[in-house]
């Protein structure tokens, strides 16, 4: 199944799909089919009880947390569908269970994400504490043929909401690039409108003095004190690169004591890079 990210929407799509394939993963564990439902269809009301938590780390081409909270009823009601007996009280053998599922359902997802994102990993433990940074807020729920339910909040920290927005107004770009090209737009103004949508999205820069290939047996001979000598001389200029695109070359200063670059050449419109 492929994810599907809506422009502008990405904080909700990326909770739904999430959501989605922790429903996959638990249908083929309990053995009984679980679908999503509007919060509206189920019944009652979280009863006060402290809720069931689990926290996920997400790392590689996304990162940041997402907290999960299960009110202890619905934890309970996960825990008998993947136990396939009936749970009263929650332990630690349905904590591990249930943990169990989230990693499960986590793998899925992150397969999932692999042609939106790239690689982005997604490891669950078990909380105690809520999370105070709760950027974003949603629930979710689900019913089975029984005719159970179960409901889960799901809090997402400002660190993945901003790179999510990031991603949702850089797909936006890249879509109106291809309307404008479709529809005989310039390519300047094109470059104008795109750059319009991303003028305030932080990126990051890298300067490059040189580079230099090793065998692995270098590697692991390196210690403190090791000097590796670059393919580039001390007079020749630095580079300066955007996600891997050569933007800029110039000469390496020093700032308040920090390094810098004064800009002597721009290889091409920068805008071009964004764009391409």
Not at 73 to 96: H, I, K, M, P, Y
Not at 133 to 161: F, K, P, W
Request: charged share 20%.
């Amino acid at each position: 199944m492929t994810t599907e990210m809506s422009v502008g929407r990405d904080d909700e799509s990326f909770s739904n799909s999430f959501f989605n394939a922790l429903l996959r993963v638990l249908t083929d564990a309990s053995g009984s089919l679980w679908e999503a439902i509007d919060p509206q269809e189920a019944d009652g009301s979280p009863n006060g009880a402290e809720p069931i938590r689990i926290m996920l780390d997400v790392a590689g081409s996304l990162r940041g947390k997402v907290l999960l909270e299960f009110p202890r009823a619905e934890a309970n009601t996960l825990a008998s569908a993947l136990l396939r007996e009936t749970v009263t009280e929650f332990g630690e053998e349905q904590q591990v269970a249930l943990v169990t599922l989230v990693t499960s359902g986590a793998s899925a997802f992150c397969a999932e994400l692999q042609q939106e994102y790239g690689n982005v990993t997604i490891n669950a433990c078990a909380a105690i504490e809520t999370m105070q940074d709760r950027a974003n807020t949603v629930q979710r729920t689900a019913s089975n043929e029984a005719g159970n339910h179960i409901a889960v909040c799901m809090y997402t920290d400002s660190l993945l909401m901003s790179q999510l927005s990031a991603h949702s107004v850089a797909r936006s770009v890249a879509a109106n690039a291809g309307i404008l090209g479709k529809t005989g737009g310039t390519a300047g103004l094109a470059e104008q409108v795109n750059l319009d949508l991303v003028l305030d999205v932080e990126l990051n820069v890298t300067l490059r003095f040189g580079k230099r290939q090793l065998t692995l047996r270098e590697v692991l001979e390196l210690t403190s004190g090791s000097v590796v000598e670059l393919d580039r001389q001390v007079e020749e200029p630095v580079e300066l690169l955007l996600d891997g695109i050569l933007i800029a070359r110039g000469e390496a200063v020093v700032i308040d004591g920090n390094y810098g670059l004064r800009v002597t050449e721009v290889s091409q419109p920068i805008s071009s890079a964004l764009l391409r």
